[in-house]
């Protein structure tokens, strides 16, 4: 069972949005299956795979500066960032997750756009296989990919509710 639950996405009002996912390559076999979570997340209500654009970076890093120029590029309504960092023996996670989150967060705000934040930072790979539905246990049956994507269909609809006031 999932933690996650959206208030009322029954009524998201998502139209023809068009959303850019970014996925990392590192831990690729997490980061697919946050992909395919997101997909399925998106398409369950209504995105066309046409307005779905898929853009891949070599690791988590990487992400901030990927999801800035496609900002930039002003033609999405949010943006979906997927990404595993595991946790090893040297001081590396806290970098690479502290610097990942900080500058996600500087462009989302920056550029007043919804991204959905999919990056897993775990302690091992068997919390990021459970996040990520690669594995399931009893009382988990997580995707934190579906749930980013969900996160930015609530954020677009509040958006495009916003705008008509
Ligand atoms: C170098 C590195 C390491 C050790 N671990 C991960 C990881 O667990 N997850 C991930 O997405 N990326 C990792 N990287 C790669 C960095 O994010 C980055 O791609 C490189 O440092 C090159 O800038």
């Not at 933690?3 to 831990?27: L, M, Y």
């Not at 654009?53 to 901030?64: H, K, Q, S, W, Y």
């Not at 120029?69 to 946790?87: E, N």
Request: glycine residues 10%; aromatic residues 8%; contains cysteine.
């Amino acid at each position: 069972m999932s933690t996650f639950s959206p208030s009322d996405n029954s009524s998201f009002d998502v139209g023809h949005a068009r959303i850019a996912i970014v996925v990392a390559r590192w831990n690729a076999k997490i980061t697919e299956n946050l992909l395919i979570g997101a997909r399925h997340g998106l398409t369950d209500y209504g995105i066309a795979e046409k307005n779905i654009d898929l853009f891949r970076v070599p690791g988590a890093f990487e992400l901030p500066l990927a999801c800035q120029k496609l900002a930039q590029k002003s033609i999405y309504d949010g943006i979906i960032v997927l990404g595993c960092v595991i946790r090893g023996g040297t001081p590396h996670f806290e970098y690479i997750c502290g610097e990942t989150t900080r500058g996600i967060g500087q462009v989302t705000l920056q550029e007043s756009l919804p991204i959905g934040f999919g990056l897993l930072t775990t302690n091992d790979l068997e919390q990021s296989e459970l996040r990520s539905g690669v594995i399931f246990n009893d009382s988990e049956n997580e995707n934190k990919g579906k749930e980013a994507a969900l996160t930015v269909l609530e954020m677009i609809s509040l958006f495009s509710k916003l705008g008509s006031l």
